[in-house]
C-alpha cells in the first residue's frame, strides 16, 4: 500500500517493517519508524502501534533530520 495520507492508521500500512532506535528506554516511550515501498517514510508511536502514522518524503525527512543533527530542537529538551 502506498501510503500518502498523515494521521492514517498505522495498521492500515501493510508490509511496513517497523524499527525503533536502541536508545528506547524500557517503558517503550519512543517513535518507530518504516520505509515505505514508495519511499516515503512512517513514523508511529510505539506505545500505540495500531494508531495513526506520520508519513513523510525523503526530503521531508533529511531536513528534520538534519535539524536535528545540528541542535535545532534541543529548546524542547
Known sequence: MTV????VSAD???????RKSA????????VEVARLEGGEIA???SRYPAGPALVYTPAE?????????DGEFDFVL
Open 61 to 69: 525527512m533529511k531536513s528534520f533530520l538534519l535539524g536535528v543533527k
Open 4 to 7: 500518502q495520507v498523515n494521521g
Open 43 to 45: 513514523v508511529r508511536n
Open 23 to 30: 536508545r528506547s528506554n524500557a517503558a517503550g516511550n519512543c
Open 12 to 18: 492500515a500500512i501493510t508490509g511496513a517493517v517497523w
